[in-house]
């Protein structure tokens, strides 16, 4: 298996181990991470303590270290020593040779060969002359992660791969679809690609893994699927994300928390905490420079949870409550630091339809901190809406050993909005709202019903509006923030039903970020001074859609498969996947504003 140098500008953590990209002359996988090279000198590590605790209980561990990609170099580097950079694999190994032939009965087709038939240039001879080649665009994979190139032989002759006659694949239509292309070998067999969509029709998952080199030492066992290697559905990175919160814990804190689960937390009294220190000089060396009474006492606070700190709560409510807390504008504010965020003076806001929302932030400044810790094939696993990874998930692996974890660094701005609880809570309780929260929720049973396989929960009305609102209010506010609509993203703060540490803590943080150091130029924070005409204009943008009256009359009843979402679709309220932390889930317009088919139970009337 051939190995690739990729640049480090063409990998993001949304685009890591187990990809597969389209290079101009070929496809390839992008390798785990010990394929990742850096140079000594540049280590490219990244601090940030809260999500390095976090994903380190994940995996096992006290804590990860976070790097960011290594940096492609221009310098030229001596035989033998390491070029920095992320590597990759060459995959799939079948290609179409570029030459059009007719079949017999004049349909079009193109010669399917294998990477060892090619020529040193990557080339396909025939008769004298080389042609280029394209990598096929199929291949099986697993819901597992694994993936592999389909054996096209044994596919055509289905089962038996004794045949060595030259194959092609053949477009017996002008549509492009699976039922138009055929799979014909020179001997007379024949079989059509959407054959390959049927359960068992590629064989059972060997657990291949090339972008690590090997077979899953855990086997697999489930059966192949035809994957369209550049479709959406190819990779869905799992990510966790934080937003860097100055002063959010002490040092002390940082220090137990990242000994608590294997050291501090089976120490049962001040007396054995001394006694430990004093015998075991690596316990001494970890918690050099504090006392043990500091310990001992953070140690108490951490196990009865009379002192939560920012490692122990979850990643939005250490977010929530630093965002809640802006002070007002004041003349001579000086932005600075990672972080800065004040109130928007409610006087330049303020209005009778907008009686919901209690607070209103501009964040001049902000860092989130993003790590990749697996991936999925098929169907995404997101974080919760608390913004926590589960532990239980499968997730396919980035790499063997798990010895740092990859992430991006990103600055930028944003505007946030805090709710009023009381309303909040009236709003919910209404009947009206309680006969919506059912239907969706019945919708959403049937949806599961249907995906044994999923982790989602139903999140609640609250969440739902909030997800609804944000998403039309990044709609409305692109219009004049200078940044496309893809460039805008999404925070939601809720509770689901069952989080008692959240209740009350509801609230939306839009904002964009970038990779250079200085992030962006705060056209959003200067949009936002009239944050009042981009919401009321994000209502207007709700009552009705291009699609109504289907849109707004969906329901439970109306789709016997069930839906995740309620009055929803791509000509109201889905907006790009990648500002949504959702994945265009759990959205529904008729809690937010009237609708023609579900008037009465929105939040905002207008």
């Not at 100055?246 to 689960?261: G, H, Q, Y």
């Not at 007002?328 to 109130?343: T, Y």
């Not at 200067?526 to 709700?542: E, F, V, W």
């Amino acid at each position: 298996m051939a190995r690739q140098q990729l640049r480090s500008n063409q990998l993001i953590t949304t685009f890591g181990p187990g990809a597969m990209v389209d290079l101009p002359y070929q496809s390839i996988i992008i390798g785990g991470l010990e394929h990742w090279s850096y140079q000594k000198d540049k280590p490219c590590t990244c601090e940030e303590p809260r999500l390095s605790v976090k994903l380190g209980r994940l995996l096992g561990k006290k804590s990860v270290e976070l790097k960011t990609p290594p940096p492609a170099s221009e310098t030229q580097f001596a035989a033998g020593t390491i070029t920095p950079g992320v590597g990759g694999f060459i995959f799939p190994h079948w290609f179409i040779v570029q030459k059009v032939e007719l079949s017999p009965k004049k349909h079009k087709r193109r010669r399917l060969v294998q990477k060892s038939e090619l020529t040193p240039q990557s080339k396909f001879e025939i008769e004298g002359k080389n042609h280029s080649v394209v990598p096929v665009r199929f291949v099986r994979a697993c819901r597992k992660g694994h993936v592999g190139d389909i054996q096209w032989r044994g596919f055509v002759h289905r089962g038996e791969d004794l045949c060595h006659m030259s194959i092609w694949m053949e477009e017996r239509g002008t549509t492009g679809d699976l039922s138009d292309i055929w799979i014909v070998c020179e001997c007379g067999a024949a079989r059509c690609v959407r054959d390959a969509t049927h359960e068992k029709a590629l064989g059972t998952c060997n657990g291949s893994r090339p972008w690590l080199g090997d077979l899953d030492e855990k086997g697999c066992g489930d059966p192949n699927r035809l994957l369209i290697r550049t479709a959406s559905n190819a990779y869905f990175p799992q990510v966790m994300s934080v937003i860097s919160i100055p002063d959010s814990m002490s040092k002390v804190e940082e220090v137990v928390l990242a000994n608590w689960d294997g050291l501090l937390k089976k120490i049962p009294s001040l007396e054995k905490l001394r006694e430990l220190r004093d015998l075991m000089e690596d316990i001494q060396q970890r918690l050099d420079g504090f006392t043990n009474e500091e310990v001992f006492s953070t140690m108490e606070d951490v196990r009865s949870g009379a002192k939560p700190n920012a490692l122990a709560k979850p990643v939005k409510e250490v977010e929530f409550e630093k965002l809640a807390k802006a002070r007002l504008e004041a003349v001579g504010d000086d932005p600075e630091g990672d972080f800065f965020a004040r109130e928007l003076p409610k006087a330049k806001w303020e209005d009778p339809r907008l009686d919901s929302i209690e607070k209103i932030v501009l964040v001049h400044k902000l860092r989130e901190v993003a790590a990749l810790i697996g991936f999925t094939r098929f169907e995404p696993i997101t974080a919760d809406t608390q913004g926590e990874l589960e532990i239980n998930v499968e997730r396919a692996a980035i790499g063997k050993k798990l010895n740092f974890l990859p992430v991006s660094e990103n600055r930028g701005e944003g505007v946030f909005l805090k709710f009023d609880k009381e309303k909040i809570d009236a709003w919910v309780a209404t009947p009206k709202v309680q006969a919506r929260l059912l239907e969706l929720e019945r919708s959403f049973n049937a949806w599961r019903e249907n995906h044994p396989g999923t982790k989602a929960v139903f999140p609640g009305a609250p969440f739902i509006m909030l997800h609804t609102l944000s998403h039309l209010l990044i709609c409305a506010i692109s219009l004049e923030c200078g940044y496309p609509l893809s460039s805008l993203r999404e925070r939601i703060y809720s509770p689901i039903p069952e989080d008692a540490a959240m209740q009350g803590n509801y609230g939306i943080l839009i904002f964009t970020s970038s990779s250079g150091s200085e992030g962006t130029l705060g056209s959003l924070v200067h949009a936002s001074r009239n944050i009042r005409k981009h919401l009321l204009r994000a209502l207007q943008l709700g009552t009705l859609c291009s699609n109504d009256p289907v849109c707004s009359s969906s329901g439970a009843s109306d789709h016997e498969f069930g839906k995740i979402s309620g009055c929803a679709c791509h000509g109201c309220v889905f907006i790009a996947e990648t500002s949504c932390e959702r994945f265009n889930e759990f959205l529904d317009r008729a809690l937010v504003v009237p609708t023609i088919e579900q008037p009465g139970c929105e939040l905002f009337t207008i």
